[in-house]
């Protein structure tokens, strides 16, 4: 692996040559927004589009999502100036405008200094509840899980993740990693006693035989039995008490 | 409504087996069916082993997939911008009005699918309606209501 140098915030710094602009900046205290991009998942990042930062490169300048910019030698990345905060502010005000209810949309509004978006909300027939349609949820399913169980759809402005026919997910396994991954908490998921709901199906929950607290879904423990061959016994004990 | 699950797995055997399959194959579906059937789905995907999830939200994509039955006939109205300057919006209105339908719905006897098209390239015989393959020029509120009823 090529390190490289390069500066970001006028500051040098070393990383592997095609890392992207975001780790980099995160390994090294900066701070640059971002809710789509998850380094655990290969197909993430530019879609929320609150990374975006100045690229100076051969005596040019872009805007580009830092999430997925890679680094090359003599790239300078300048992510603090007047032209970032104003775009940015902007892409704060569409996403506002589209999950009105979101608290980390509204937040990073309040930080920007908007009270209320310019642009029409949306709701009615429109209402995403605080999905901000990034698609982290559905590439977790596909590539961490496994299984598939949703698909972002439709398009513009009614793009959003969920099952076929919106009717309950004959594939899903219920382990609720689409929610734990959703940067904005859109996904319903309720744990109410031994059964978990979510995309509108029941799961049993698995009890731990010693502190009979429900961990995990019999059909997630199906599933990784299914998949990775591991015994059965292995799950009767909760993390906790293994 | 039934679906004829042999020509369902007739269209699909028809095809390599690769993702590039499925496109025409959704299409042949619409085709065949006037609508991508649910069962159609789940047996494309059983026999490509690729996840039902990924071919709905093909077919929920694009817009020449309907996931509902269509009419017998495709009521296409112009909102190409001489369609809509010469009242394109007053024919659309007496369509809905008389079908009891919006666009992008089908009457409830499945004679009729309404839809909003933007330029079918005859802006000279704006405002037109396209039914089925015949195009009415010069369509207004009244004569496009008779010339529906040419269509059973
Ligand atoms: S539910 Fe969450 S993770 Fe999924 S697309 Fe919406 S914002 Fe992204
Ligand atoms: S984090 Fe880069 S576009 Fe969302």
New interface residues.
């Given amino acids: 692996m090529e390190k490289i140098k390069f500066v970001i915030d006028g500051k040098e710094v070393e990383a592997i040559r095609d890392q992207c602009v975001l780790d980099v900046a995160r390994q090294n205290g900066i701070y640059i927004p971002g809710l789509c991009y998850n380094p655990e998942v290969k197909f993430s990042g530019g879609s929320c589009r609150l990374c975006l930062v100045e690229a100076h490169q051969a005596g040019r300048m872009s805007l580009v999502t830092a999430c997925n910019y890679p680094i090359r030698e003599g790239l300078e990345i300048k992510t603090d100036t007047s032209l970032v905060k104003r775009i940015r502010k902007g892409i704060i005000e569409l996403l506002l405008a589209r999950v009105p209810d979101s608290d980390v949309i509204k937040e990073l509004a309040a930080e920007a200094g908007i009270d209320e978006p310019r642009f029409v909300k949306d709701e009615g027939e429109n209402y995403h509840s605080k999905c901000i349609a990034c698609g982290l949820c559905i590439q977790v399913c596909e590539e961490v899980v496994g299984v598939s169980a949703i698909a972002m759809l439709n398009r513009g402005p009614d793009k959003t993740p969920g099952t076929p026919y919106k009717k309950p997910s004959e594939v899903c396994i219920g382990c609720g990693a689409c929610a734990y991954a959703c940067p904005t908490d859109a996904i319903p998921m309720e744990d109410n006693g031994d059964t978990r709901k979510i995309w509108g199906r029941e799961f049993k929950m698995h009890l731990c035989s010693v502190c009979g607290k429900p961990y995990i879904p019999e059909a997630q423990i199906d599933w990784i039995v299914k998949t990775t061959g591991k015994d059965r016994v292995f799950f009767d004990k909760c993390p906790d008490c293994r | 409504m039934a679906i004829d699950i042999q020509k369902v797995d007739e269209i699909v055997f028809g095809y390599e087996q690769s993702k590039e399959s499925l496109l025409p194959i959704l299409q042949d579906f619409q085709r065949e069916f006037s609508y991508v059937p ?1 069962e159609g ?1 789940k047996r494309l995907s059983d026999i490509f082993g690729v ?4 071919i ?2 093909m077919a ?2 694009y817009k020449a997939f309907s ?1 509902v039955p269509k009419g017998r006939h495709t009521i296409k109205v112009c909102m190409g911008t001489a369609c809509h300057l010469k009242g394109a919006p007053f024919v659309v209105e007496a369509i809905e009005r008389e079908l009891k339908i919006k666009p992008g719905q089908t009457t409830e006897d499945r004679r009729f699918s309404l839809e909003t098209v933007n330029c079918v390239g005859t802006c000279a015989l704006a405002p037109v309606v396209v039914i089925d393959e015949d195009y009415y020029g010069g369509s207004t509120s009244e004569n496009i209501i008779k010339n529906l009823k040419r269509y059973t």
């Fill in positions: 649910e789905i996840p039902e999830s990924r709905y939200a929920t994509f996931l």
